[in-house]
């Protein structure tokens, strides 16, 4: 898996999507999003933390 795909998945997980929707989306396996959402999850906050400030009340 590249590390372009492993942003996609955080993006994804951040935006609020289910691990299965993430995994089907980008052609990976639910527990290897569960792991990315495991490993990087202070990284998945920080993104949605980004995307409340920039659209309130959104996500």
Known sequence: MTEETREEIMKAL?????????AQCNGVTVEEVQAIAAERAQRVAGIRSQLTAAYPGAI
């Open 14 to 22: 951040a935006y609020g999507l289910d691990p299965a929707t993430v």
